[in-house]
């Protein structure tokens, strides 16, 4: 794994986590925020991703994103919602728990679920992966994604209780997970690139499950009176835009 992967991966998320330390980011704020990732991950997905797995030979690749699909519908029994920006009992980013909400919180269970979701994601980017306009592009739509979600993951911590010091370590164990995920692959990948030659097209298809899980999660999600949100609609276009543009400027 290059150093500019791991300080992409690393930072940004850490980073985003700590700025709940400094200031409070308002729920419509983070919803616009998620609806532009939500909205790049499903643009690449379709304009990138998705032409490079079925340009392969295989015939399980469907298989694969189904598979993908299904371990995110899984983990979000474990996450609560984490990665989709939810905030499980919490009407408000900024109130406390009461101590009923505390006893029921499960750290443990948040933490696996959103620490192999990030594992899954950082896969693909291994640096013996073949195609290098793929990781580029993927790597910009995992940073935009994990912001988000590492605002989520320390606001929880610190309104259920959980000093800053455990907070600050889980959310570098959040950090860590995507590079180590990416490390794991470069090593698996060496083995099996030689004997599996799909080994990279599977695993990039799981993700491909796990972003339409995430991107339509986040995109089709209305409020309580369904009305149409004008911003979230402009953020949206913005998003897709953004992939459109950053597809045109790389190939």
Do not use: W
């Amino acid at each position: 794994m290059s150093l500019i992967v791991f300080i992409a991966l690393f930072f940004p998320v850490l980073l985003g986590g700590l700025s709940v330390f400094l200031f409070t980011t308002g729920e419509k704020t983070l919803k616009l925020i998620l609806a532009f990732g939500g909205a790049f991950l499903l643009s690449l997905t379709f304009v990138e991703i998705i032409p490079e797995i079925y340009s392969t030979e295989s015939t399980l690749i469907g298989l694969f994103v189904m598979l993908g699909f299904f371990v995110q519908l899984l983990l979000d029994f474990l996450t609560k919602g984490v990665e989709h920006g939810h905030h499980s009992h919490h009407e408000k980013l900024n109130q406390p728990c009461r101590r009923e909400q505390q006893e029921h919180f499960s750290f443990l269970g948040i933490m696996i679920g959103i620490c192999i979701h990030s594992f899954l994601e950082g896969m693909p980017l291994s640096s013996n992966f073949g195609n290098e306009l793929i990781k580029d592009t993927l790597l910009t739509g995992i940073v935009i994604h994990n912001i988000p979600i590492s605002i989520v993951l320390v606001s929880l911590f610190l309104h259920t209780g959980l000093s800053k010091t455990k907070s600050i370590v889980l959310l570098i164990v959040f950090a860590l997970s995507s590079p180590f995920g990416t490390i794991t692959s470069y090593y698996v990948g060496a083995e099996l690139i030689a004997q599996y030659a799909h080994f990279f097209d599977y695993v990039l298809a799981m993700v491909v499950g796990i972003f339409l899980h995430i991107s339509t999660t986040i995109l089709f999600e209305t409020d309580e009176n369904h009305r149409f949100n004008f911003r979230k609609f402009f953020v949206i276009v913005l998003g897709f835009g953004a992939t459109i543009l950053l597809s045109i400027v790389v190939h």
